[in-house]
């Protein structure tokens, strides 16, 4: 059974207490406006290349310089030694709301949990996703993620930067029709969804059949579109995902049973593609006790979901072969797996056969590409924010590096600094 359980209320108190007084001291030293120069001997820029020993300066939340090492580092410069310094990485999707309770089961509705406890658990979530290294997540199909969106976001908690959806759509939205469809997307955007979740199709543990009419995604896509809003579609079938490629969607996320001429067809069309390796599937199988009974999380379901496993697999390896092919990076972590995204890293590389790099990019730039925050985050470059990491050892020559993460810087704030030098700090 996997290690990741809920976090006890008294844990998640304290928590926020140490947050609330690191957050507090940074802002005494004001790191935002002081320039910081970070040192690497290795670093990965997002877009494929490996630079040797440079220095990173960072100042009022960005990257304002890239140089080679050269002379003693600056005071206040960070030293991280033989560490590698990355982007910060990027889940496309997650669930920040779907978390553990104290009775060891998957919170519902009326489960006994107040609004606090619930809001307390899913901004713990939010916690351990950015202290592994995650500095950008897309949490979507939950209709209560604003709260937690804009206290992160505007720095009054600890967190990556998070887009939502704030809720989803499915054919039977609204009735169904397509003027419906459009309407529910109009009033998304009203709320301040920063995308548009549409199931259109069942769930893997129910078969995974095209459940929208092409008429209807079109209209969900379209409207989308209109209103300046990406559009992310669940599909599993291939031809759940091909209706979704041809009404124009944004992204894909699933397609275990996508074939090679529904991912020629994602190529044609600039679709960006999310399918997953295996996190998700193993955080469910290693740990039935916390879903078994719930919905379809039964005996039937999660053989589904074994099944789905080397289908998972095989599919990333094909995707990745394609090289015009959007292949994005999410891990679709629920509850039990927050913290663990790079897990599905590993996954691509060793299982699915996906080169090292290529994954990273996926998880970079690439990602950043697919939520229209290219100009934005994703790479280690002059202008863009300074959402930056570190991990012990090399990700491209050993994959599995990505989960030693021990530095986390957000928007030039640090968040994590496990054992690296500071030079000019006071004792």
Request: with cysteine; charged share 20%.
């Amino acid at each position: 059974m996997s290690a990741s359980l809920a976090l006890p209320r008294r844990a998640l108190v304290a928590l926020f207490i140490l947050s609330a007084a690191t957050l507090s001291a940074q802002t005494t030293r004001d790191p935002a406006t002081l320039p910081v120069v970070l040192r690497a001997s290795r670093v990965i820029d997002g877009t494929g290349r490996t630079l040797r020993n440079q220095d990173v300066t960072v100042q009022g939340g960005r990257i304002t310089a890239m140089r080679a090492s050269v002379g003693p580092l600056p005071a206040r410069g960070i030293d991280l030694g033989a560490r590698t310094l990355l982007p910060g990485l990027i889940d496309t999707h997650v669930h920040l709301g779907w978390y553990i309770t104290d009775k060891q089961r998957l919170h519902e509705d009326r489960d006994g949990d107040t609004p606090d406890v619930s809001t307390l658990q899913r901004a713990g979530n939010a916690w351990a996703t950015l202290r592994a290294g995650f500095t950008t997540v897309q949490s979507i199909g939950e209709a209560d993620n604003a709260v937690l969106r804009d206290a992160i976001n505007a720095g009054r908690i600890p967190g990556p930067r998070v887009l939502t959806s704030l809720g989803s759509l499915n054919e039977r939205t609204g009735g169904g029709s397509p003027d419906s469809l459009r309407a529910s997307v109009r009033r998304f955007k009203a709320r301040g969804a920063d995308v548009i979740k549409i199931f259109a199709s069942k769930s893997i543990r129910d078969g995974g059949e095209a459940t929208m009419t092409p008429e209807q995604l079109e209209a969900a896509c379209g409207e989308s579109k209109a209103q300046g809003l990406r559009s992310v579609v669940h599909a599993h079938s291939a031809e759940a995902v091909q209706r979704a490629a041809r009404a124009g969607c944004t992204q894909v996320e699933h397609g275990v049973f996508a074939d090679d001429a529904t991912r020629a067809l994602l190529v044609q069309r600039g679709t960006f593609f999310d399918p997953q390796c295996g996190l998700v599937f193993h955080n469910y199988l290693d740990n039935k006790p916390w879903f078994e009974g719930i919905g379809n999380y039964n005996a039937a379901g999660f053989a589904s979901m074994e099944q789905a496993i080397p289908l998972a697999e095989k599919g990333i390896g094909l995707a990745a072969k394609l090289p015009t092919l959007k292949l994005v990076f999410g891990t679709d972590a629920v509850a039990g797996a927050h913290g663990r995204n790079a897990e599905e890293l590993v996954c691509r590389v060793r299982r699915g056969g996906q080169p090292a790099m290529d994954a990273i990019v996926s998880a970079t730039s690439r990602a950043a590409e697919s939520l229209g925050l290219e100009k934005e985050i994703g790479r280690i470059a002059v202008g863009y924010a300074a959402d930056l990491i570190a991990t012990d050892g090399d990700p491209v020559a050993q994959i599995e590096a990505s989960q030693l993460v021990s530095f986390v810087m957000k928007g030039g704030r640090v968040y994590r600094h496990d054992g690296a030098r500071r030079t000019g700090a006071r004792k």
